[in-house]
């Protein structure tokens, strides 16, 4: 499977959350909600879709199964982050 479509919409606040949108596979399944986030060390990682569960902890809706999956979808997602953020 190959990510085909990135949508990205910015954010220009102060925090850890620098964008949040969607991606699609093979141009024929969509997921919402990735954020790019931004560690306290100023590097950027990605995270997929979550819900909170009844005892305050998260767990993700939508997430890769494997590690070289994982790798694919989220190297493409900061890509195009950072092509967005060098365009503004």
Known sequence: MDV???RLNMIN???GCKAIGSFSL???FAIRGVRVMED???RNFVAFP???KSN???EDIAFPLSKDFYHKITDAICEEYQKMKDEQ
Request: proline residues 0%; charged residues 40%.
């Open 40 to 42: 306290k060390n100023g």
């Open 4 to 6: 085909t479509d990135i």
């Open 50 to 52: 979550s819900r909170a």
């Open 56 to 58: 305050g902890e998260y």
């Open 13 to 15: 606040k102060e925090g």
């Open 26 to 28: 093979d141009g024929a």
